[in-house]
């Protein structure tokens, strides 16, 4: 068989889109051009437009102003449904396939015109002939919840195939890959651009992906077009500078050299249940020590987040053992106090916060019981944590309306730098990070690790989880991957091997 | 009368019993089931199943016949099944508010309406008798097999076979699992929430008419003792799989019937201790199967998401 589902790929050209959100002009007057089977790309920082554009584009929002043309032909998308019947499809940074469902049942689903009865004999052999002609194929009986985020991005990608979609946008379609899945994922996927049978739009922030898989990038800053180009004229720095125009980039934080002094945190082969009772964290050992910063990397759902959940008290172990300074730890709050245990959790908002609290009060969560927040131990000033809060505030350039303002008011960025406030604020001695960059923009990452090695360079011990690998790279002096709930590779961060890196995040 | 049984009689009452009693726990609970796999709790049923018992015998009494009963008990669970769910999708309800709400709300009514019914004895619904190769009447008794109890059976398998294998039950559990993914798809979650809770009200309904119908049979204000909302605590034990719940429903109906089986053998000792089973199994087995940590396998994704 010959691709017999596929189509053909098809032109597509976005004219002068313009829409505001309230006072924020989140896009002005953008215009992009794709050409059929072109694998373009769409550039820019958190906040350029890249997202608004492609969801005006696919209906999900009703631009103020532009016009669409596919194929040369005006078109109206009004709802996402029209923009699929025309044949556009989109592919999230979060899935979308329903997780309790199997591989099958979700493709059969999002299918148009099912029967009354579903013949599965029927559509499991549609579905086979169908991965036949597709240049990688997904168990169909899994249910999608229990397959690797691998799986379920080309999952996700098949659907859309599977749906007859001849232009894809593709939204950080890597961010959750291991560099081998996302070259193995995007390279099929150039080679159908390069056989007209897509079209593809990718947003990205990867120069890498940009110049290994992409003919054209557009490039956007704060809702403008900077420019259209091909992509073998631009070199990374000027395609840099086009995404974030001139702007001083602030050094990062001189790392002192220093040796590593005593342990202060011990992880003794610890095992950790996942919120299904399946072991997400197993037999694992750590240490660290005093002035050095263990990075852990590896792809989101390998025990990363129930490993930092056991430490930080939220999650309890199965098995093993953590010690703090040598002494048992089982992160109550008296240990945490007494030991300085500092934790930044991913999604700060939700894991280290009370949204509905004012930044005052979030502040002093770790210290409200004691003086001089409250003198007693019973009673609460709010004089004095006002006055801690509007220092902390000031020191930490935290954006917000006041010390009462509810900190769920506050954006992504600063809610980080309210809860790194609070927890760098007692000198702590161990420090746990997760994820402390994800969604903020340059100037708040530059910041905040530079926070972060001011912590290590003080002489604390700190443990950073994070996706990002460049991150893990530029800030740690000894790497491990986590891969499986178990430690795959550990290596100093002088010595460190990318691409044996990248092979023990994929399980090689 | 000698039964010559001896202590055999106790499992042989006991699955009696268990016919008997879990029958209302099977229509309630697989309702139920429906309509949680749609990403709705009704914790109403305890009222509906009040409201099935007491239509179903006022019109029995009244009409003479009790199937015309069933079928007034199934509508009336229609009517509050589709005013809990037009009340949930309304802008900020919540859904285990609204359904204690509509609890009392049925159980009150009922008991307003259903004051002169409590003396008259109407029409019974009548049963099979698979037991009449036996002269041991104990035997003979356990196997007399209610029409309900097969409709329930029936209709546990149906409903396990239509999620699975019709487009109507892969939409009911989309709306159940992803409101984002369902309304991509052009899903009208609402709409297919309200039928599913009418549906799962009418199956509250007819458990209620069987309780007033045939056993105990009559109709008074005792009756269901909350046997509603242990049905739907039933279906989070059965991880929302309608057969899981047929499996439940006759567990519980055999703990129900531990402590009449005793007593139909001569030990009274512990009577009222052991009418607790069925609550301290419930009681042991939310305690056995949640965690604070872990969330429930099988769980429709929008159950609960508050909003």
């Not at chain 1, 019981?369 to 000031?394: F, H, N, T, W, Y």
């Not at chain 2, 159940?176 to 052009?186: F, R």
Request: aromatic share 6%; glycine share 10%; hydrophobic share 50%.
């Amino acid at each position: 068989m010959t691709a017999p589902s596929l189509v053909s790929a098809p032109s597509l050209e976005l004219i002068s889109f313009s829409k505001r959100f309230g006072a924020l002009a989140a896009l002005d007057d953008v215009s992009v051009k794709i050409a059929a089977g072109a694998f373009h790309a769409l550039l820019g920082e958190n906040g350029a437009g890249k997202s608004t554009l492609v969801k005006c584009a696919m209906g999900y929002y009703a631009a103020d102003e532009g016009e669409i043309l596919l194929n040369g032909r005006q078109v109206t998308i009004d709802h996402p449904r029209q923009a699929h019947e025309l044949g556009l499809g989109m592919v999230y940074q979060h899935f979308t396939l329903v997780p309790n469902m199997t591989v099958l049942e979700n493709f059969v689903l999002s299918r148009e015109h099912l029967p009354a009865v579903i013949d599965w004999t029927v559509e499991r052999q549609r579905l086979k002939d169908f991965f036949a002609t597709t240049p990688f194929i997904v168990p169909l009986d899994t249910p999608v919840a229990d397959l690797a985020a691998g799986q379920k991005q080309k999952a996700e990608i098949l659907r859309q195939l599977y749906l007859k979609r001849g232009l894809l946008i593709l939204d950080e379609p890597t961010s959750v890959l291991t560099p081998d899945e996302a070259d193995e994922v995007l390279s099929t996927l150039k080679q159908m651009t390069r056989d007209k049978l897509l079209t593809i739009v990718v947003i990205t922030h990867k120069f890498r992906e940009v110049n290994a898989f992409c003919d054209t990038v557009t490039i956007l800053r704060r809702g403008k077009l900077v420019g259209t180009r091909r992509v073998a004229e631009l070199d990374n720095d000027s395609m840099a500078e086009m995404m974030v125009g001139s702007r001083e980039t602030r050094a990062s934080v001189e790392r002192e050299q220093r040796a590593p002094g005593k342990a202060v945190l011990q992880v003794e082969k610890l095992s950790v249940a996942d919120t299904v009772g399946q072991l997400a964290v197993e037999d694992l050992s750590l240490e660290i020590r005093a002035g050095e910063i263990v990075g852990v990397a590896g792809v989101s759902g390998n025990g990363q987040r129930e490993l930092v959940e056991t430490l930080a008290g939220q999650r309890h172990a199965e098995a093993g053992a953590m010690k703090v300074h040598g002494e048992p730890y089982t992160a109550t709050r008296r240990e945490m106090v007494r030991h300085k245990i500092a934790c930044l959790p991913e999604e700060p908002l939700r894991n280290a916060c009370v949204a509905e609290m004012s930044v005052a009060e979030n502040m002093a969560l770790r210290s409200f019981d004691q003086p001089p927040a409250s003198p007693d131990g019973v009673r609460l000033r709010r004089a004095p944590m006002r006055d801690a809060a509007r220092r902390l505030i000031e020191a930490y350039r935290v954006k917000t309306p006041g010390p009462d303002a509810p900190i769920r008011a506050l954006s992504g960025g600063n809610v980080q730098r309210a809860v790194l406030a609070r927890e760098l604020s007692s000198e702590g001695d161990l420090l746990i990070v997760a994820n402390p960059c994800f969604g903020l923009d340059f100037a708040a990452v530059a910041e905040i690790r530079a926070r972060i090695v001011q912590a290590r360079n003080r002489g604390a011990a700190v443990l950073l989880v994070s996706e990002d690998l460049d991150e893990i790279l530029q800030l740690s002096d000894r790497i491990v991957v986590m891969f499986d709930g178990r430690l795959a590779l550990e290596t100093p961060a002088a010595a460190a091997d990318v691409g044996a890196i990248g092979r023990a995040m994929a399980g090689h | 009368m000698e039964s010559g049984l001896g202590l055999w009689g106790v499992p042989l009452a006991m699955l009696a019993g268990a016919i008997r009693v879990s029958t209302p726990f099977i229509f309630v609970s697989v309702g139920e089931c429906l309509t949680e796999r749609s990403g709705r709790i009704n914790l109403g049923l305890e009222g509906t199943l009040i409201m099935g018992a007491m239509s179903a015998y006022a019109i029995a009494l009244l009409s003479g016949s009790p199937w015309l009963g069933v079928l007034v008990a199934a509508a009336v669970g229609v009517a509050l099944g589709a005013l809990h769910a037009g009340i949930c999708q309304l802008p900020r309800v919540n859904d285990v508010a609204t359904g204690i709400g509509l609890m009392l709300f049925g159980t009150g009514l009922a008991f307003f309406l259903g004051k002169p019914y409590i003396q008259p004895k109407a029409p019974n619904l009548g049963a099979i008798d698979f037991g009449w190769w036996s002269s041991v009447p104990q035997v003979h008794q356990a196997l007399q097999v209610n029409y309900l109890f097969i409709v329930g059976i029936v209709s546990a398998f149906a409903l396990a076979w239509a999620l699975k294998n019709t487009r109507w039950g892969l939409i009911v559990r989309l709306a159940g699992e992803s409101v984002d993914a369902a309304l991509a798809i052009g899903v009208p979650v609402g709409r297919v929430r309200l039928i599913a809770t009418a549906i799962g009200g009418a199956f509250a309904g007819v458990g209620g008419a069987f309780l007033s119908l045939y056993y105990p049979g009559s109709w008074n204000e005792g009756l269901s003792s909350g046997q509603g909302l242990m049905a739907v605590a039933l279906v989070i034990f059965a991880r929302w799989e309608p057969v899981r719940c047929l499996w439940a429903s006759l567990l519980f109906g055999a703990a129900g019937a531990i402590s009449p089986a005793l007593q139909s053998v001569g030990i009274t000792q512990g009577y009222y201790l052991f009418s607790a089973a069925p609550y301290v199994l419930t009681l042991a087995l939310m305690i056995a199967t949640c965690s604070p940590e872990r969330a429930l396998r099988g769980a429709p994704g929008e159950l609960g998401a508050v909003r």
